[in-house]
């Protein structure tokens, strides 16, 4: 019996600890899930100071201008003319120096009719997406093993929700063209575009490798390749 009793209380303080290591990991990631909080009332980027720091360094507050947190030009429509038809205008801390610290960012996106923006993923924010004109077509997949895609067609004044670091796409399906605004979790969201990253990495993937990834021919691997 203590034979038996001694390596089950061994496993039972490895379950334990397993469980408490999990608790931990996840409010680890809890907390480093988004941008962290401020310690002070705003923290203006000062971008051309040679101190490199978590996110950017703060101007002097008494030289802040209210022009640091202010940026014109979200009427503009964004320009289509490009093989995959949308176009997205961030307005990040690099165009907004007061979002420094702040955790917030936003990007409008337009889409030419059938122009899609292509599958990608935002490795510091989670999204919420508002139509303002037009009809998309919007999706998210969840991670291994599901790989579920979550999907819903939309309209003027709907929000749909893309949870951070998980891929996902818009499609205009309407007829004319269509305009989004999306807000995000991030001074600086980041973005890995599936198709480029993959495809288009500097220098190349070996094509071997993506040949056994993704089940393909070398030539047509070659020929993505050459698109990207
Ligand atoms: C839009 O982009 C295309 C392709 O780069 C370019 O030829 C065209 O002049 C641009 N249109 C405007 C209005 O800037």
Redesign the pocket.
């Known amino acids: 019996m203590r034979f038996l009793g001694a390596p089950l209380g061994i496993f039972s303080k490895m379950a334990t600890c397993i469980l408490l290591l999990e608790l931990l990991a996840l409010a680890c990631s809890v907390a480093f899930a988004s941008d962290h909080s401020p310690l002070q009332d705003f923290c203006v980027a000062e971008p051309n100071s040679p101190a490199l720091v978590n996110g950017l360094v703060c101007k002097d507050p008494k030289l802040v201008q209210a022009d640091d947190f202010f940026f014109s030009g979200l009427q503009l429509s964004g320009?289509?003319?490009?093989p995959v038809g949308s176009k997205v205008t961030l307005f990040d801390v690099a165009k907004i120096s007061g979002l420094n610290t702040l955790g917030v960012s936003m990007a409008r996106v337009d889409y030419a009719p059938w122009g899609v923006n292509p599958p990608h993923y935002h490795p510091r924010a989670s999204q919420m997406l508002t139509v303002l004109e037009g009809t998309l077509e919007v999706g998210f997949v969840t991670s291994n093993p599901e790989n579920r895609l979550i999907t819903k067609v939309l309209q003027k004044g709907d929000v749909f929700v893309y949870p951070v670091n998980l891929i996902h796409f818009e499609r205009n399906v309407g007829y004319g063209n269509a305009v989004a605004i999306a807000a995000l979790n991030s001074q600086n969201p980041g973005v890995i575009t599936i198709a480029n990253a993959v495809f288009g990495s500097t220098p190349d993937i070996s094509s071997d490798i993506l040949v056994k990834a993704f089940q393909l021919d070398k030539n047509v691997i070659n020929y993505i390749q050459s698109q990207f």
Not at 79 to 82: E, G, H, L, M, Q
Request: charged share 0%; glycine share 0%.
């Open positions: 320009n289509t003319s490009n």
